[in-house]
């Protein structure tokens, strides 16, 4: 039997080094991780905090009272998780957290709760399309670090109403951009006259090259730039010697759902943010 859970607080790099190792064998027994990049760079920062330990781990923003948590896989089905999210609801009351891949698992914790799903996240796939020219569209090229400033109001503005893509700061931005899979090749810009029209971000693994992501200006929406820059990020997948593009979007972006769509994009599984509303205190 495991043993109990421990209470005492984890510190910053404790927390972040638990987070990788757990994050690391979810991701090789479920094929998909079940932290995001933002969650551990807020936690590598002292943004977010964890409680638990190597077999059950949550990691918690208390800001926006949100949730991701793991169980290792030798150490599911024995209430780990139901004990961690107990604990969880008892410090925060009512919170919300992601599931990633909304394994069944993830589903069974929330049916007992209960809890109820509020928000989908689409994971995609397609084939990376083969073609004769893997040069960039005409007038795309490669991030430059002069770009930054253009880029950070260019994606402020691309997802304004995005929760968590909106935020992203010059710390986010450097953050990501020294992960081991970053090269400024894989992430494509388009100039415009003042500033960036759009660009697209490419996080390579192997034969899947992931776009992590593609903002395209607000003022120039439905100039065809989305199709463009997703030309561009193919190419870029190709000369990485990628075999598989995958992409996250919101289920109800109709827009990039359509784009993705017609680019042979198909679903392949669901991150699924469900909402808890604490327990009623007797």
């Known amino acids: 039997m495991p043993g109990p859970m421990s209470e005492e607080p984890?510190?910053?790099?404790?927390?972040?080094?638990?987070?990788?190792?757990?994050?690391?064998?979810?991701?090789?027994?479920?094929?998909?991780?079940?932290?995001?990049?933002?969650?551990?760079?807020?936690?590598?920062?002292?943004?977010?905090?964890?409680?638990?330990?190597?077999?059950?781990?949550a990691v918690i923003s208390d800001a926006e009272r949100e949730v991701e948590l793991a169980v290792h896989p030798e150490r599911r089905g024995r209430g780990r998780g139901t004990a961690l999210v107990a604990r969880v609801a008892a410090e925060l009351g009512s919170f919300e957290a992601w599931a990633h891949g909304d394994l069944p698992a993830a589903q069974a914790i929330a049916r007992r709760l209960p809890a109820t799903r509020v928000r989908s996240l689409l994971q995609l796939r397609a084939p990376v399309p083969a073609a004769r020219d893997d040069r960039l569209p005409e007038g795309a090229r490669p991030f430059e670090p002069a770009d930054a400033p253009a880029l950070?109001?260019?994606?402020?503005?691309?997802?304004?109403?995005h929760p968590e893509q909106g935020r992203m700061?010059?710390?986010?931005?450097?953050?990501?951009?020294?992960e081991p899979w970053h090269d400024d090749a894989n992430l494509v810009v388009l100039p415009g006259e003042d500033g960036l029209d759009a660009f697209a971000w490419i996080k390579p693994a192997g034969d899947v090259a992931e776009l992590?992501?593609?903002?395209?200006?607000?003022?120039?929406?439905?100039?065809?730039?989305?199709?463009?820059?997703?030309?561009?990020a193919f190419a870029r997948m190709r000369a990485l010697g990628a075999t598989t593009a995958h992409l996250y979007v919101e289920g109800d972006n109709e827009?990039?759902?359509?784009?993705?769509?017609?680019?042979?994009?198909?679903?392949?599984?669901?991150?699924?943010r469900y909402r808890h509303p604490g327990f009623t205190r007797g």
Do not use: K
Not at 152 to 160: E, I, K, S, W
Not at 169 to 178: F, N, T
Not at 212 to 232: F, H, I, K, N, W
Not at 255 to 272: K, M, N, T
């Open 10 to 57: 984890l510190e910053a790099s404790r927390a972040a080094e638990l987070a990788e190792a757990l994050g690391a064998a979810c991701a090789a027994h479920d094929g998909m991780p079940p932290f995001n990049d933002q969650a551990l760079v807020e936690l590598r920062r002292g943004e977010r905090r964890a409680i638990g330990d190597a077999e059950a781990l």
């Open 152 to 161: 950070l109001a260019l994606n402020a503005a691309a997802f304004a109403t």
């Open 169 to 178: 700061s010059a710390d986010d931005l450097a953050a990501r951009m020294a």
């Open 212 to 232: 992590y992501v593609l903002g395209v200006s607000p003022d120039r929406q439905g100039a065809g730039l989305g199709t463009r820059m997703l030309e561009a």
């Open 255 to 272: 827009a990039a759902l359509a784009l993705y769509r017609r680019a042979g994009f198909e679903q392949w599984a669901i991150d699924a």
